[in-house]
């Protein structure tokens, strides 16, 4: 499969090296490592596969275009797009044309989420009642002096969007009744910091995001009928540790297992793989899961903006 990178910046360079020997080009408005300025001037016979790494608001207009020539694409999250009816479009056009294009989540292949996941299926935990997750960086001088980051929804799509898509990805079909508790901006013009939850969903959820940990990490607490399961940290910032606790009746101190990883990040490589997997099958394009973030995110955002967290 040949592959173009479109936007060459940290991510677009991340994935180019996974692309491998798949990659033939890149396009980037400025870069002075690209092939083209902009994926229109690509010859269609030059590439098979699209690597879209470029800020949010071309996002879509790149993606008509390749999807309309029967490119497939690898778009980084979140799938911004300014409505509903603009996702629609694109996966029409994805069906009529056979290409593919698949919303970029990396953290689903990291291998304590799919542990997580494999447990929450299995049953063992029973009933759950609460997820709770914090994903904290210290990227915040970072965002701020970036021309293009600092703005509108700030640390709620950046690393919300992967919060919501992780609690779908092992809790399935869950509520939209998000709410947002906090949005604040200690440092940047848009949110650094911001704490939502969904009290309607089952489990129910509470997320924490932030720009302002400076020390790199994640933490996940899920508590259940049968017992708790835990999260600590990621491959990337590891050592990351997986904890199952068996609960003991009536009370007492619960047996655990625990599996700690210390490794370099699998998961671009092994999403790449993914995505080679759905052109060669030819999979059926399915924004839902982008529909639904793109709802909830846009709510939180408008209240975020219009200062109406509590």
């Keep these: 499969m040949r592959v173009i990178v479109v936007g060459y910046g940290v991510q677009g360079k991340k994935r180019r ?3 491998g020997r798949d990659a033939v080009g890149v396009v980037d408005p400025v870069g002075a490592d690209a092939d083209w300025r902009d994926v229109q001037a690509v010859p269609l016979d030059a590439y098979d596969a699209a ?12 993606l008509r275009h390749l999807l309309a020539n029967g490119k497939h694409a690898l778009v980084e999250k979140p799938l911004h797009a300014t409505g509903d009816a603009q996702l629609v479009e694109l996966e029409k056009t994805a069906r009529d044309t056979g290409a593919v294009c698949y919303t970029a989540y990396n953290h689903r292949f990291e291998p304590h989420y799919v542990r997580m996941r494999d447990l929450v299926h299995s049953g063992v935990l029973g009933r759950i009642y609460h997820c709770r997750m914090f994903y904290g960086n210290g990227t915040a001088r970072l965002v701020r002096e970036s021309e293009w980051r600092d703005r509108e929804a700030g640390v709620l799509a950046d690393l919300g969007s992967h919060l919501l898509d992780t609690a779908r990805f092992w809790f399935g079909e869950i509520g939209d009744d998000f709410r947002l508790l906090s949005a604040s901006r200690f440092e940047n013009r848009a949110p650094d910091h911001v704490t939502i939850d969904s009290p309607g969903s089952q489990p129910r959820l509470a997320f924490e995001m932030t720009l302002l940990s400076w020390r790199n990490h994640f933490t996940c607490d899920v508590l259940a009928e049968n017992g708790t399961a835990h999260i600590r940290s990621l491959c990337k910032w590891g050592p990351t540790t997986f904890t199952h606790r068996r609960r003991v009746l009536p009370s007492g101190r619960p047996p655990e297992d625990s599996v700690t990883l210390v490794q370099e990040d699998p998961t671009w490589a092994l999403e790449y793989d993914h995505f ?5 099958s030819r999979t059926l394009t399915d924004l839902g899961n982008d529909r639904w973030l793109l709802r909830i995110l846009g709510r939180l955002s408008a209240e975020g903006a219009g200062g109406t967290a509590r």
Excluded at 51 to 62: F, Q, S
Excluded at 276 to 280: E, I, N, P, S, T
């Design 17 to 19: 090296r996974v692309a």
């Design 276 to 280: 080679r997997r759905l052109v060669a």
């Design 51 to 62: 690597l879209v790494c470029t800020p949010d608001a071309p996002k879509v207009d790149i």
